[in-house]
Structures are given as C-alpha cells and as structure tokens.
Antibody, heavy 117, light 110 residues
Framework: EVQLVESGGGLVQPGGSLRLSCAGS????????MTWVRQAPGKGLEWVAN????????YYVDSVKGRFTISRDNAKNSMYLQMNSLRAEDTAVYYC??????????WGQGTLVTVSS | QSVLTQPPSVSAAPGQKVTISCSGS????????VCWYQHLPGTAPKLLIY???KRPSGIPDRFSGANSGTSATLGITGLQTGDEADYYC???????????FGTGTKVTVL
C-alpha cells in the first residue's frame, strides 16, 4: 500500500525556521516526481514546490523562492522542505504528494505549520 | 491570486448534474494538461481527472473532464451527498514555471 507521511510541523515564530519531512513507503520512491502543496486557513490549495526523481529539476512558487528549499533522499525514501524566514502567511497545512498530476497520484494527510508570535 | 478562475460555488439536488468551469490562459490550460481534484479540508486531496479527461483507477465515470481552448470543465453526474467537497482545477503554467491551482469551487448537494 502506498503511504506518504508528513512530519515536522508545529508552531514557530515569524522569522523562524522549520523542516518538514515526507516519508514514502509501498512504492519505488526514486521513480517519481514529488511535490509539496499547502492550504492556508480558509484558503484554497497552493502548489509550493516540486522536485524531479534525481533532483535535477526543482521549481518553486514565487512566494517562497529564496526562503524554502525542497530536497529528497531516495536512499531514505524521503522528501524534505526546509522553510526559513517564515511569515504569518506561511501558516497552512502542508501536504506532500507523489506525482499529483498523473494516474500515480497519491497524497499524505498533511502537517500543520503555524507561524505566530 | 490564482491565475485559474472557478465559480465559488455550485449546487444541485441528489441525482442531478453539476458542471464546474475553470478559466485560464494560453500559458496554462491552453497548452498544458488540466487536472481536477476533490478536497475536504483536513484530508488528503484526491485526483479525479488528469490529462484533461482521464480518470485514475477507482474514480467513477460520473466524473468527467473536458477542455476547450483556455477553459476546462468538470462534470459530475448522478450527484451524491458524498460529493459535497471543494473541487480544484490545476495546470502547469509555462510562463510562471509553476503549477497553478484554480480558486476552488464548493459543491453543495441540496
């Protein structure tokens, strides 16, 4: 069974940092693009970043460029999102997803990040 | 602010049909595949349609997708109470080099 489990969310002060992890199981992790998507309270889905199988291609939404870094460790079947210089508007549930735009789409349950003083 | 525009809400009685529009541009829908997602806040989003009109395994044929130029449409027939959720279109935007989701549409079963 395909599983994606996010972790690392929590409460952080503005300007702080947090590292999210996404652990995949039940599939060949290294064969898929991976993606982070978030949903702020009362808002819609927002694509954050994605990373190719071998990390040779990475893309970010403009609002996180220079602050967030997506990475992966295929040996550990894991993807990460390093979030620095966090702002109140980064408060959201963060979902990790495997190939979310294809027939292989699979999503985690999400982890909540709250940026507040 | 999303570059894909959807109506905020649609509603219909059980058994009826609803359609949800998604309006974009040549940099996204006009030249890239569209996906449709069903989402209940706090739960994992579910892919309903990919590549404009294909359904992943397990998605009933009550859900259908269609494209015309720079717009896309999701159709849901035989509406059920379990279909109450938020629905989002999505597509890669070549100008932004980013994936964009629509503004989202809440489906209510009357």
């Amino acid at each position: 069974e395909v599983q994606l489990v996010e972790s690392g969310g929590g409460l952080v002060q503005p300007g702080g940092s947090l590292r999210l992890s996404c652990a995949g199981s039940g599939f060949t992790f290294s064969s898929y693009w991976m993606t982070w998507v978030r949903q702020a309270p009362g808002k819609g889905l927002e694509w954050v970043a994605n990373i190719k199988q071998d990390a040779s291609e990475i893309y970010y939404v403009d609002s996180v460029k220079g602050r967030f870094t997506i990475s992966r460790d295929n040996a550990k079947n894991s993807m990460y999102l390093q979030m620095n210089s966090l702002r109140a508007e980064d408060t959201a549930v963060y979902y990790c997803a495997r190939a979310p735009h294809s027939s292989s789409s699979s999503w985690g349950q999400g982890t909540l990040v709250t940026v507040s003083s | 602010q999303s570059v894909l525009t959807q109506p905020p809400s649609v509603s219909a009685a059980p058994g009826q049909k609803v359609t949800i529009s998604c309006s974009g541009s040549s940099s996204n829908i006009g030249n890239n595949y569209v996906c449709w997602y069903q989402h209940l806040p706090g739960t994992a989003p579910k892919l309903l349609i990919y590549d404009n009109n294909k359904r992943p395994s397990g998605i009933p044929d009550r859900f259908s997708g269609a494209n015309s130029g720079t717009s896309a449409t999701l159709g849901i027939t035989g509406l059920q109470t379990g279909d109450e959720a938020d629905y989002y279109c999505g597509a890669w935007d070549g100008s932004l080099s980013a994936y964009v989701f629509g503004t989202g549409t809440k489906v209510t079963v009357l």
